[in-house]
């Protein structure tokens, strides 16, 4: 657990800490929650029995499911105060600015409230935040589009709760597709966790100095929102949407072998897979099957096909083991749900905050849990004396 991993680029780095939440083999491309392989669980499970195993560590019994679901759809509301707050944003913010700010500013209502020290109120803290983060997300996008504001309601699942919020207007009654709630479920499903990624070690470095869950969950949203991270499926669909069609994807790939160009394609390569995401495999499989039940013919998937089917043949890309990662596919089902593109990168945040709960928790109990502190290969000068301004 404290031993030397040496990527790549032979850049050697510790384990920044234990864990027993989710394993990753970047060779092979096996992703396992709590030891279930990601594919029987995006085969058989639903996000919340997902988020119950990353916190709790194993499955739930029929009544601790019902139990934990009762608990998370009896706390998405919000603190009616907490509208002020987006009263102050541009409407033409961008969501994961609103977010990162709302979240921050969650703190403020609810951070006196528990005792950290307890672990069942560590536990609803993390509830609090799991049921939360859509309520505040979809209020994000109404005010975004100038729609008043929809109420979470308690009588029906996770992820209708969540499109409901987001899309019903006092006018006219929601029509939920059945195979948008359940690709969305699935989409949270594989979002959900990922060991050690930039986000989630931002929370845990954040909860090492013993800061609130709600700030180190707002710290995730943070990095999430960068485009090497998960503001990739944002940029997946601008790439897509720029080549345009299959028969510009040759030069878009030899754009991105050319370094002066700065150009990458997004939602290609990984700081651990040097195999295929075995996420990006199950929402390429998703992509047909959804796009045909919604009846969607969307000319990108055949650009996003035709760019994965030259780049896998490409020596440069074949050399360093870039392969798509979960970002390169999901945006494609993302818009045919018509999720704005704005919005991708706050799905995988409602999505990734079962997993940065979870490893806020495991840290809490860790016996050797301390604050976290970097070190760093210092290249700057070495000791040398002070000179007077008058001799610069
Ligand atoms: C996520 O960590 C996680 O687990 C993250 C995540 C999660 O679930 O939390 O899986 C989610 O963030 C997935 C990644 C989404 N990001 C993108 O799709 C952005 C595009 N990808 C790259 O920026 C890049 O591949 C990274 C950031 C994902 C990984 O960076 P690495 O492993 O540090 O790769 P690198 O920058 O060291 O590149 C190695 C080589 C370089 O060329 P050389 O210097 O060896 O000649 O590969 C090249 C890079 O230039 N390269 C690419 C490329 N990615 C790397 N060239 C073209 N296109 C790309 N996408």
Redesign the pocket.
């Known amino acids: 657990h404290t031993g030397l991993f040496t990527?790549?680029?032979g850049f050697a780095a510790t384990a920044s800490c234990k864990s027993a939440i989710t394993y990753?083999d970047g060779d092979e491309g096996v992703l396992l929650y709590r030891g279930y392989p990601i594919e029987q669980l995006a085969d058989q499970s639903s996000f919340v029995e997902v988020a119950y195993l990353l916190m709790h560590g194993e499955l739930p019994s029929k009544d601790e499911l019902a139990d934990f679901d009762h608990k998370i759809a009896h706390h998405t509301m919000m603190h009616e105060a907490f509208k002020n707050f987006l009263g102050g944003f541009r409407h033409d913010a961008h969501p994961m600015a609103m977010l990162v700010g709302m979240l921050g500013s969650m703190a403020s209502f609810y951070h006196n409230d528990l005792d950290y020290d307890d672990p069942d109120e560590r536990r609803l803290a993390a509830i609090r935040l799991i049921a939360k983060v859509p309520t505040i997300a979809a209020a994000c996008y109404r005010y975004s589009v100038g729609w008043p504001l929809r109420y979470p309601r308690n009588n029906v699942e996770y992820v209708e709760r969540f499109l409901r919020m987001m899309y019903e207007v006092p006018s006219e009654p929601l029509v939920l597709n059945p195979v948008a709630a359940k690709a969305l479920d699935l989409l949270f499903i594989l979002?959900a966790?990922?060991?050690?990624?930039?986000?989630?070690s931002t929370v845990r470095l954040v909860g090492s100095t013993g800061a609130n869950p709600y700030v180190c969950v707002a710290s995730g949203v943070a990095a999430?929102w960068g485009?090497?991270?998960?503001?990739?499926?944002e940029?997946?669909l601008k790439m897509l949407d720029e080549i345009g069609d299959a028969k510009n994807v040759q030069s878009a790939v030899d754009r991105?072998?050319d370094?002066e160009s700065g150009?990458?394609?997004?939602?290609?390569?990984?700081?651990?897979?040097k195999n295929f995401?075995p996420?990006a495999k199950i929402i390429r499989e998703m992509c047909h099957k959804v796009l045909d039940e919604l009846g969607v013919d969307d000319p990108l998937l055949e650009v996003a096909m035709r760019l994965e089917e030259v780049a896998l043949k490409d020596d440069?890309?074949v050399e360093?083991k870039?392969y798509p990662?979960?970002?390169?596919y999901s945006g494609i089902i993302y818009k045919a749900l018509k999720i704005p593109t704005d919005m991708f990168t706050v799905m995988?945040a409602i999505a990734?905050t079962a997993g940065w709960v979870a490893h806020w928790l495991e840290q809490q109990t860790d016996p050797e849990f301390r604050i976290g502190r970097p070190r760093q290969i210092y290249t700057g000068a070495r000791t040398r004396d002070y000179v007077g301004i008058d001799r610069r």
Do not use: C, W
């Open positions: 990527y790549d680029s990753i979002h966790d990922h060991e050690q990624n930039a986000s989630t999430l485009p090497a991270h998960g503001g990739a499926n940029a997946v991105a072998k370094k150009f990458r394609l997004m939602g290609f390569g990984h700081r651990v897979y995401d996420r440069y890309f360093r870039l990662n979960v970002d390169f995988f990734r």
